[in-house]
């Protein structure tokens, strides 16, 4: 297995704690987004439930989360956030080989073991049609299918970042999540975009998938939720079963639709019967169709299982009407700070996420569901493009970010800046051997608010103003 920094991930250190948000990483780092925030919080995993609801506090005893469901019920837009978890390298997704081979020379010289053949068999790496100096890795032959085919389109940022990059994984992590510049941001821009359009009474319109709250929808005002799978989804009372389990958790249910006037009561009433509604969400997403058979594999994959879910959510009908579900968010499977023995695990891994990708399309499709959903895939960073002793390397800067949909428009934002050494003609490297940004993660976050969720990136993304947007749609 590859080694990786000692708890480089947030999801490694711990989880959200009821009032504190997420935990501090480490001393000197930024408060992660969502830590500190002015809200109530309620775990419920002591109820076996697998589930939690963030943001309760907004939710005032006068509305009913039921009818507030029923009333909201709505097909909005989605924007689906996929987080590949420690700087991938993408030197590896998109090699610096192809047709054209300007790159090589460097490439051979910077990565002789990362990009020889041993590590990115040629033979079965297509070029990428977009820049033929570069390559799909076999693992990510999913994703070339996607951009090849006709169902969807891909816009792909082949090195994005942000200026003088941190090279931190909690700080790069920080500021794609907060959507700014901004150690101290304690929102996610995700989290205000729900805060201004979203309701104060209905936790399933932002859902994080994997039972931890993502920092990228951590909001100040309304309720997300956070869920672990929507399979055996259920509200069990502990340490009771049969007659006895279904009379408490009934009687449970009732007393959180019962009307109080002590404000902390009305809190955990309003939170129980927001969780017993997510129980009937999720169950009613049970019932929606199950994908073809084999579209997720045999046995699907733990992303393919959760993206297996999130397609199912979307397809769920509550009286003919989609649930009103705007954001969700997700990790990749598997790490990726690969600071050495990279080739034990990146290719298993990034095949296993990519797989998932094209089969979640495939099955959004089916659905008749493909036309409301945009997909963005990140990392917060790449690696360096020079390799270590160990089989692996370093934190970087610039990166590779995909987005994806079927009203994307394909092309490139920014393009691949190349390997030259600094100082050269036409050089690619930063001074200290980093691949330098041709496109600014918030770019393409503000383009996501403005040009799909129809929504004035100012108000959301700060200092966002003078920054060109990218053109994804």
Request: net charge negative; with cysteine.
């Amino acid at each position: 297995m590859h080694h990786h920094c000692q708890n480089y991930a947030r999801s490694k250190a711990g989880f959200a704690m009821p009032g504190a948000g997420l935990p501090v990483i480490e001393p000197g780092m930024p408060t992660p987004a969502g830590t500190g925030l002015t809200r109530r919080s309620l775990a419920l995993r002591s109820l076996g439930l697998g589930m939690a609801v963030y943001g309760a506090g907004a939710m005032t005893n006068s509305e009913r989360v039921e009818a507030a469901i029923n009333d909201a019920l709505a097909e909005h837009k989605v924007v689906i956030s996929i987080f590949f978890d420690g700087g991938w390298d993408a030197l590896s997704v998109l090699a610096p080989f192809g047709t054209d081979h300007k790159h090589e020379a460097n490439a051979a010289k910077l990565r002789p073991g990362l990009s020889g053949n041993a590590a990115i068999p040629r033979a079965q790496a297509k070029v990428f049609k977009a820049d033929p100096s570069l390559s799909w890795h076999p693992a990510a032959t999913a994703l070339s299918d996607l951009w090849d085919g006709t169902d969807v389109g891909m816009a792909v940022a082949p090195a994005v970042g942000y200026p003088n990059a941190n090279q931190s994984h909690f700080t790069s992590r920080h500021f794609w999540e907060v959507g700014a510049l901004d150690v101290g941001g304690t929102t996610g821009w995700m989290g205000r975009y729900l805060d201004q359009v979203g309701r104060p009474d209905l936790p399933i319109q932002g859902i994080s998938m994997g039972g931890n709250l993502s920092p990228m929808q951590a909001t100040a005002n309304v309720p997300v939720s956070a869920v672990y799978d929507i399979a055996n989804y259920s509200y069990d009372y502990p340490h009771s079963w049969g007659d006895m389990s279904d009379a408490a958790t009934r009687a449970l249910r009732g007393l959180g639709a019962r009307a109080t006037a002590d404000a902390q009561l009305a809190t955990a009433r309003m939170v129980t019967g927001a969780s017993f509604q997510l129980v009937d969400d999720l169950t009613a997403a049970q019932s929606a169709a199950a994908p073809a058979d084999g579209l997720y594999g045999s046995t699907p994959t733990e992303m393919g299982a959760r993206l297996r879910d999130t397609a199912r959510l979307l397809d769920t009908r509550i009286s003919g009407s989609s649930l009103p579900i705007r954001c969700i968010s997700m990790s990749a499977q598997g790490g990726y700070d690969t600071h050495s023995n990279e080739t034990d695990s990146f290719a298993t891994d990034l095949k296993a996420n990519c797989d998932a990708i094209k089969a979640f399309w495939q099955d959004l499709k089916n659905r008749g569901q493909d036309d409301r959903v945009l997909m963005l895939v990140w990392s917060e960073f790449g690696r360096r493009p020079e390799e270590n002793g160990s089989g692996g390397c370093d934190h970087g800067a610039a990166g590779t970010a995909f987005v994806i949909g079927k009203n994307v428009k394909q092309g490139l934002i920014g393009e691949f800046p190349g390997l030259k050494a600094a100082g050269s003609t036409d050089s690619g490297l930063s001074d200290d051997g980093n691949l330098r940004n041709t496109s600014d993660f918030r770019s393409i976050e503000a383009a996501v608010l403005e040009q799909w969720l129809d929504t004035d990136a100012t108000a959301i993304l700060p200092g966002i103003a003078g920054i060109p947007r990218a053109q994804l749609l």
